[in-house]
Every structure is written in structure tokens, then in C-alpha cells.
């Protein structure tokens, strides 16, 4: 895979998809920061129906810290893990409160020093709420990278330094939500949609598959 490559395969990405974001539903980076916390091994649509009644009158630091994890948790029950996830987002809630003013840190060390975040959850939410040129490897991308050969690498953090050494600048921003898209319904596990893809006379994956 070379730089010429690499640099057609998102611009061609980016022809199909100008301007791509989460498809979880938030007004706020601290709604996002809640809902990105919740997402973890759970579906974003799962998210979305349990973020939707919550946000809907608790969506503040200081709202959800009041609610309490035994009344957050029934908005959140229908999510995997819940129960500790309504503990760290409570605590969460406390530290933004008491620290930081309310305010989600745009900082990386403050954003996973919260309970519920690490690396990939900050990288989430300095890209997507502040607009860093951050990658947040989850296993859509991990796949993507790794089948395509636009970055490969054995581990998570491996395909991130990679992606962001490779990725051209014009394309850092947005990267992070064109290759989970194109991992959630394009480049998908089983059994790749290849025929119906944008880049796959550009990819290096030896056993394509038809449409």
C-alpha cells in the first residue's frame, strides 16, 4: 500500500461521504461524552433509544449527578453493562462538577482520567466534539485497516500510530468516521460487501467476494 494509494482510497471516500459523523445522537460534547461512555460493547441505535428520554431532561454534569446511579440506571438498563456504566457515569458527572466546571476537558489526559474513558473514548470525543485530527480505533476500523492494508498493525494502538503517520493531513479529521462506516456496512466481518465498494480495485484484501 503506498502514499498515491492511501490518499485516492479517502478521497474517494470522501466523494461518497462529504461529511461524516457519529451516528450517536448528542446536542453537547457532554452528551456526546455520556453516550460514547454507554456505547462501549452496545450498538449505537441501543444508545440512542436510551440517551434519547434521559438527555431529554437530564443533559446536564449537574442534572444527571443529582438523578443518582440507582434512577440512572432504569434509563439505561435496556444497555449492556449498565450497572457499571451508571456508576462511572455518575462519577463522571462529580469530577466534570467539581474539576472542571461543568465543562468535558479538551484534554487528553483530563478526559481519561474519567471514569468510563480511555484512550479510544478520548479519542472519540476530541475528534467528533472538538475537532482534533484523532483516530479512535474500535473493531471497525481495526478490520478496515488491517483487510485493506491502509494500516496494519497487531494491535489497536498500532493501527493508530499507523493511521495517523499515513493518513494524509487533509483527510485526519474526518478518517476516524469514514472507515467505521465503511467497517459497520461496507468492509463488515464475515463476509465483505466487495462488489458494492468504493475502493476495491484500491484494496490489498486477497479473498474479495462478490457483490
Known sequence: MNKDKRAEIFARLREANPKPTTELEYA??????????????????????????????????????????????????????????????????????????????????????????????????????????????DTHIFRVSNRTKVAPGKTVRQVEDKLLKVVPDEYKVDAHHWLILHGRYTCVARKPRCGSCVIEDLCEYRDKTEP
Open 28 to 137: 453537547s460534547p457532554f452528551e456526546l461524552l455520556i453516550a460514547v461512555i454507554l456505547s462501549a460493547q452496545a450498538t449505537d441505535v441501543s444508545v440512542n433509544k436510551a440517551t434519547k428520554p434521559l438527555f431529554a431532561r437530564y443533559n446536564t454534569p449537574a442534572a444527571i449527578r443529582r438523578l443518582g446511579v440507582e434512577k440512572l440506571k432504569g434509563y439505561i438498563k435496556t444497555i449492556g453493562l449498565f450497572n457499571t456504566k451508571a456508576e462511572n457515569v455518575v462519577k463522571t458527572c462529580a469530577i466534570l462538577m467539581d474539576e472542571h466546571g461543568g465543562e468535558v476537558p479538551e484534554d487528553r489526559a483530563a478526559l481519561e482520567a474519567l471514569p468510563g474513558v480511555g484512550r479510544k473514548t478520548a479519542n472519540v470525543i476530541l475528534n467528533t466534539a472538538f475537532g482534533h485530527p484523532t483516530i479512535a480505533v
